[in-house]
């Protein structure tokens, strides 16, 4: 079954920093790039970053550029997500999601894992 | 930065009713639209690719249209199972976008 699994989350003071984690299994990881997706309580989806298959490429969105760094460990089918220097605004639930190839739209989401920035 | 935007906010729809939502880009993006399902409490569901495409394992009410800067999902025969927000995004230029979604309640 192919299937992403997130964690990493949780409570963190403004300032401080998390890593995410997203577990790969069931598809060759290697063969597909892969981003991260964040929603915040209540609100809509936003991009947060993305990541080629061989880590040739990568962005992130303006609101955490200079924070936030993806990576991936293809051996051990993970990715990462390094948020540094949280703030409030930062507290979401975070997604881990597959891009399907040619297409680019996002076909597999892991469940979320919630970040929550508060003193 | 394309922007996104859905229309209606919001719909409530008796069963077997068909639903409209419409998204329009802020510049033309080709067919690079994509439609999600998302229930409360779970993931996105991705529905359609490019514009029109449905994906595996959708059911076949649901549908897309549209290409450059205007494109509509519709449901056809609305089950009560369907009740969700739906998202349009778009991959044709980074960052990628989300439109700001539509929630469908049953009547």
């Known amino acids: 079954e192919v299937q992403l699994v997130e964690s990493g989350g949780g409570l963190v003071k403004p300032g401080g920093s998390l890593r995410l984690s997203c577990a790969a299994s069931?598809?060759?990881?290697?063969?597909?790039?892969m981003h991260w997706v964040r929603q915040a309580p209540g609100k809509g989806l936003e991009w947060v970053s993305s990541?080629?298959?061989?880590?040739?490429?990568?962005d992130h969105a303006d609101s955490v550029k200079g924070r936030f760094t993806i990576s991936r460990d293809n051996a051990k089918n993970l990715l990462y997500l390094q948020m540094n220097s949280l703030r409030a605004e930062d507290t979401a639930v975070y997604y881990c999601?597959?891009?399907?190839?040619?297409?680019?739209?996002?076909?597999?989401w892991g469940k979320g894992t919630t970040v929550t920035v508060s003193s | 930065e394309i922007v996104l935007t859905q229309s209606p906010d919001f719909q409530s729809v008796t069963p077997k009713e068909k639903v409209t939502i419409t998204c329009r880009a802020s510049?033309?993006?080709?067919?690079?639209l994509h439609w999600y399902q998302q229930k409360p409490d779970q993931s996105p569901k991705l529905l359609i690719n490019?514009?029109?495409q449905s994906f595996s394992g959708v059911p076949s009410r649901f549908s897309g249209s549209g290409s450059g800067t205007d494109f509509t999902l519709t449901i056809n025969s609305l089950e009560a199972e369907d009740a969700a927000t739906y998202y349009c995004?778009?991959?044709?230029?980074?960052?990628?976008?989300f439109g700001g979604g539509t929630k469908v309640e049953i009547k």
């Open positions: 999601a597959r891009e399907l190839p040619v297409a680019t739209s996002m076909d597999v």
């Open positions: 069931g598809f060759t990881f290697s063969s597909y790039s």
């Open positions: 990541i080629s298959s061989s880590s040739g490429y990568i």
């Open positions: 510049q033309s993006i080709g067919s690079s």
């Open positions: 490019y514009a029109s």
């Open positions: 995004h778009q991959s044709s230029s980074l960052p990628h976008t």
